[in-house]
C-alpha cells in the first residue's frame, strides 16, 4: 500500500524559512520521481516543484530561487526547504508520488502572515 505522510508545515513571517519533508511508504521509492504541490484557498492545485529519479530539479516561475526540492533515497523521504516566504505562498502543501500519479499525501499547511 502506497502512504506518503508530509510534515513540516506551519506559521511563518515573510521572509522567514520552513523545510517540508515526506515520507513515502512504497517499493523502490528511487526508481519514482517526486512532486510537490500547493493549493492557495479558492484555486487549484499548482506544481510547485519535482524532483526526477536522477536528481534533475524543476521549478515553478514564482519560487525559483527561494525552494529547494531535494531526495533521500535511503530514508524514503522528499524534502522542500522553502526560503524567503512570502504571503502569496501560503497555501496546503501536498507531495506527489511521481509526475501523475493518483498518489498524493494529506498535505500540511503554510501560512505566511506578519
Known amino acids: 500500500q502506497v502512504q506518503l505522510v508530509e510534515s513540516g508545515g506551519g506559521v511563518v513571517q515573510p521572509g522567514g524559512s520552513l523545510r517540508l519533508s515526506c515520507v513515502v511508504s512504497v517499493g523502490s521509492f528511487e526508481a519514482f520521481a517526486m512532486s510537490w504541490y500547493s493549493q492557495a484557498p479558492g484555486k487549484e492545485r499548482e506544481l510547485v516543484a519535482r524532483?526526477?529519479?536522477?536528481?534533475?530539479?524543476e521549478y515553478a516561475d514564482a519560487v525559483q530561487g527561494r525552494f529547494t526540492i531535494s531526495r533521500d533515497d535511503g530514508k524514503s523521504t522528499v524534502n522542500l526547504q522553502m526560503d524567503n516566504l512570502k504571503p502569496e505562498d501560503t497555501g496546503v502543501y501536498y507531495c506527489?508520488?511521481?509526475?501523475?500519479?493518483?498518489?498524493w499525501g494529506q498535505g500540511t499547511q503554510v501560512t505566511v502572515s506578519s
Open positions: 524532483i526526477s529519479s536522477d536528481g534533475t530539479r
Open positions: 506527489r508520488l511521481g509526475f501523475d500519479t493518483p498518489y
